[in-house]
């Protein structure tokens, strides 16, 4: 059985002033420890698909089912990092990392002890008494992360997570992630913009065309882990991302060839 399956999944919106097939019929499979990259344009479904795996919205037709099971509403074994930053800005960062448990009622001296070791684990130990404005916006993002942790999610749905960081700050958060994800084996689908970061990360890159938004590409990356920057400096890393970029080039002149057709 897949740990994860997105099983003809189709989303409309209807209410706007033009409908939009924002979704149709997606199908894949994730197993256990994947790491998948969705690419894609605006507007291709890449976030609404997202939002439907977080059980934030529901397909109108087809199904997520995470270990065979139907997902339907949010579920305690999915985290998910938004690319904005949604830290309560009069909380310390401990705090903030503890707010999800604290809703939950399920505040004591273990959560203080794990939230300080996540806090490590994303590098921020010494900031744990600071508040969100004295940090960079690479390290409120490490915040987020630790605070997606914190309930353990066997599953990290990541939505440009690091699209706003600067591209230095970026590749060293890449790195972490992928060391965390070695730490706790999660799962991870991360949607991004870059093409080397879709490759650098990932087992498999998914690319998504739009209207109606669906997967009409996919990727296998080989390239052996652990991952490290100096291989995007190899040939066969150049090789991957062409065959990415040819693969969203052909979409792109597919898109004009039907505008030409008008
Ligand atoms: N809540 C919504 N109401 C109406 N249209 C929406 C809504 N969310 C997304 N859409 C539309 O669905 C399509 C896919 O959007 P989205 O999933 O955000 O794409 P992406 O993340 O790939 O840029 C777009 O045309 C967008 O305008
Ligand atoms: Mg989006």
Do not use: C
């Not at 149709?24 to 998948?36: D, H, L």
């Not at 998910?80 to 399920?106: A, S, Y």
């Not at 744990?128 to 490490?142: H, V, W």
């Not at 066997?154 to 230095?168: H, I, R």
């Amino acid at each position: 059985m897949p740990f994860l399956k997105i099983d003809q999944v189709s989303k409309a919106f209807i209410g706007g002033a033009r409908p939009v097939q924002a979704l149709q019929a997606v199908s894949f499979e994730v197993v256990a420890g994947e790491f998948v990259s969705l690419l894609g344009p605006s507007g291709s479904g890449k976030s609404t698909l997202l939002r439907i795996i977080g059980g934030l919205l529901a397909p109108d037709t087809g199904a997520v089912l995470l270990e065979g099971t139907p997902l339907i509403a949010p579920h305690p074994e999915i985290g998910f990092v938004f690319q904005t930053t949604n830290l309560m800005p009069w909380r310390t960062i401990l705090q903030n990392v503890l707010l999800p448990l604290e809703i939950q009622g399920k505040l004591d001296e273990n959560a203080t002890q794990t939230a300080r070791d996540l806090l490590a684990l994303v590098g921020l130990t010494g900031f744990e008494d600071a508040y969100p404005k004295q940090l960079s916006g690479g390290m409120r993002q490490r915040v987020v992360l630790a605070r997606t942790l914190i309930h353990r999610p066997q599953l990290l749905l990541m939505d440009e997570p690091f699209g706003a960081l600067d591209a230095l700050t970026r590749e060293r958060l890449n790195l972490e992630l992928l060391r965390i994800q070695q730490i706790q084996t999660k799962t991870v689908i991360m949607v991004t913009h870059s093409i080397p970061e879709a490759v650098f990360l990932a087992d498999r890159v998914l690319i998504f065309g739009e209207r109606p938004g669906r997967v009409v590409a996919e990727l296998a990356i080989d390239l052996p882990r652990p991952r490290h920057l100096a291989q995007m400096g190899s040939a066969h890393f150049g090789q991957l991302t062409m065959q990415v970029r040819q693969h969203i080039d052909e979409l792109a002149s597919m898109v004009e060839n039907k505008t030409l057709d008008y």
